[in-house]
């Protein structure tokens, strides 16, 4: 049986096709529709794509992200404040998982991290890919993760596991195959409340509204970062543009490939086709290689390390997260995450 319309769309899906923004209550309106299942694939397909054309403003990001703030199950920080590297995604650059690598290299340096994702969407490879492709147990649901991060520091939140609702917009965004206004909400829905974040953004436009959603929902530190060549990732090729909320304000600077003090980084040399070359990548840099991969992760580890107000400065953390990898620390955090399912962890 044919679902009937929402009595919302009538009246914005006009609105969004005239340029005009949307009250939070409509939106929370509309999310907690679309989340519960209540909306036909057509028109939810027309909802998000005419809110993407004409720009999501932070107001609109920030009550769709109460609607899953609202509804997700939630995990218990035990060992002090956590770290999120969620971004974007959409950069359309086909690098490996960096973030997801950065994140592993963070927890060895020390940062409790609780890694917020999914499956690729408007990707060749998501953060659960990879991480599954790593041997780590994903889909071991919410218990699961909590016990990782009360034992190893670690957790991953796979989103479907602790935002059920979002299976009702699954197939629809895998059909679309672009960025969408859910694409923006992972970031700002960490199942444990993560105070701080090193967000990786797709496309520069998105700064703005991303960095007033969370200077709306207000944050301990978020760092977001979006790079001149095309990475939602710190390059080391060119400058990063870079937004940094704390508590419900924001500022913007550049940051420069001299201030990690490492050498360049090209996108095509950290380059990965699918989410098994992007495993191997990460086990090389985890294992010790030197190159472009492990610079590019030790930068953004820099990053996240500085976001979560573990060091000083970028430099500063350069060397906690080189120090960490050497010592083994991430590699021994991967191990444990894929020891986790029988209890070894």
Known sequence: MPLPPPPWFAEQ???????????????????????????????????????????????????????????????????????????????????????????????????PVVKHGGRAVSSKSGSADVLRELGVPIEAGPEWAQKCLERTGFAFCYAPHFHRGMAHVADLRKKLGVRTLFNLLGPLANPAGAPYQLLGVGKPELLD???????????????????????DE??????????????HEYDSREWAPADFGLAPVTIPSI????????????????????????????????????AAEAVPTLKDGVARAEAALAAGKPRAVLTALCQSASGAA
Do not use: Y
Not at 234 to 247: I, K
């Open 13 to 111: 899906f006009p609105a969004l096709l005239a340029g005009h923004d949307l009250s939070a209550a409509a939106v929370t309106e509309a999310v907690r529709d679309l989340v519960a299942g209540r909306v036909d694939e057509a028109r939810a397909a027309a909802f998000l794509t005419a809110l993407r054309m004409k720009g999501e403003s932070g107001e609109e990001v920030a009550a769709a992200a109460l609607v899953l703030r609202e509804q997700m199950v939630r995990l218990v920080p035990v060992s002090g404040p956590v770290l999120d590297t969620c971004g974007t995604g959409g950069d359309d650059s086909g690098t490996f998982n960096i973030s997801t690598a950065a994140a592993l290299v963070a927890c060895g340096a020390g940062v």
């Open 209 to 231: 509204p991303l960095a007033a959603a969370i200077a709306h929902l207000g944050v301990r530190q978020a760092v977001l970062v979006c790079s001149a060549d095309g990475l």
């Open 234 to 247: 710190v390059s080391l090729a060119a400058p990063t543009m870079v937004h940094v909320v704390r508590g």
């Open 271 to 306: 380059r990965a086709n699918d989410s098994a070359e992007s495993a191997a990548i990460i086990r090389g840099v985890l294992a010790g290689d030197d190159g472009p991969a492990r610079r590019i992760v030790v930068a953004n580890a820099a990053a996240a390390l500085w």
